[in-house]
């Protein structure tokens, strides 16, 4: 496998799916990189469980193309290794966690030092589980498969803060040792922030934003800037070559967001010697919020929500 396709794990091209007259997803284009961790974000009915089935083979597609390593579902081509986790994750009628390993041909010695690190008896039938430990059994189970790519649709649902960051270190090491690459679906940013090296937002069945974390997190700031004398905050930002998106001024303290580098801001701020300064990176949510206003987008209407479609 050579060029572009040794680089891409998965490739959507113009995909879309509709049930009988109901178009559910419109246009999709993603290219999933080898050893890359993407996150789709969107309300409940956003088209985000309809896309990671037809990505892992459970939907067809009602047209488009599907290339790399998840099969085509109207060719003969070839399945590779791929792990899905669904949004109700299914086990066999009676199975325990050995069952299942058994039945998925799955790394049975990393699968019992994990269960024995995050107190799961592989001998008690899932059954019986919490909500929370048969969500983690789902994703033992798939991880243990050793899969080329994981296809995860939210798979933190149940989990508390403990097990949560400890499965998202999991998934991190799966994808630093053997190149791993993941695709997660959530209704939540909070939980992709710091896990996602890319993120899609999903706005009823079309994709409205597509970005690389890297560039996400350097592209907006906040802080607080204060001067002796009077000043203005759009002029001192001018010169310092960044963007103020809003402020909000109480005597000679401004509270303010912007766009630009944050680094490069505050080191040129600090040169006009404020009485005070302090600068920080706005938060996931907040940056969002700003990309996909000025696209005319309610942001509440795309992370809110009534209860799931398709």
Avoid at 65 to 74: A, F, G, T, V
Avoid at 108 to 127: A, F, H, Q, T, V
Avoid at 223 to 237: C, M, N, V
Avoid at 267 to 292: D, G, M
């Amino acid at each position: 496998m050579a060029g572009k396709y040794y680089q891409a794990c998965i490739e959507l091209n113009k995909l879309n799916k509709s049930f009988g007259s109901h178009q559910v997803l419109k246009n999709i284009n993603i290219t999933l990189e080898k050893g890359s961790i993407c996150g789709i974000v969107g309300a409940n009915g956003a088209g985000k469980s309809t896309l990671l089935r037809i990505m892992a083979g459970v939907l067809h597609r009602t047209n488009g193309s599907i290339s790399n390593l998840i099969p085509d579902m109207k060719s003969n081509s070839k399945l590779h290794k791929s792990a899905f986790i669904p949004d109700v994750p299914y086990f066999l009628p009676g199975s325990d966690i050995g069952i299942m390993a058994k039945f998925l041909a799955s790394d049975i010695d990393w699968l019992k030092e994990m269960c024995e690190k995050l107190g799961l008896d592989m001998n008690e039938k899932i059954s019986k589980f919490s909500g929370g430990n048969k969500q983690l059994s789902a994703i033992l189970l798939a991880l243990s498969y050793k899969p080329r790519l994981l296809i995860a649709d939210e798979p933190f649902e149940g989990l508390d803060p403990a097990m949560w960051t400890a499965v998202k270190k999991l998934i991190v090491d799966e994808v630093k040792s053997n190149e791993m690459s993941v695709i997660i679906a959530s209704h939540s940013l909070r939980e992709l922030e710091d896990l996602c090296d890319c993120l899609i937002i999903l706005h009823k069945g079309e994709i409205i934003e597509k970005t690389e974390m890297s560039d996400l997190r350097r592209s907006m700031f906040k802080g607080q800037i204060a001067f002796p004398e009077d000043y203005d905050i759009s002029i001192i930002a001018a010169e310092c070559g960044f963007t103020v998106l809003s402020s909000k001024r109480a005597d000679m303290l401004t509270t303010f967001t912007a766009s630009g580098d944050m680094v490069t801001a505050e080191e040129k701020l600090a040169k006009l010697s404020p009485v005070l300064l302090n600068l920080q990176p706005a938060t996931l949510e907040e940056i969002f919020i700003q990309r996909v206003s000025e696209k005319g987008y309610d942001y509440s209407n795309i992370l809110g929500g009534e209860a799931d479609g398709q």
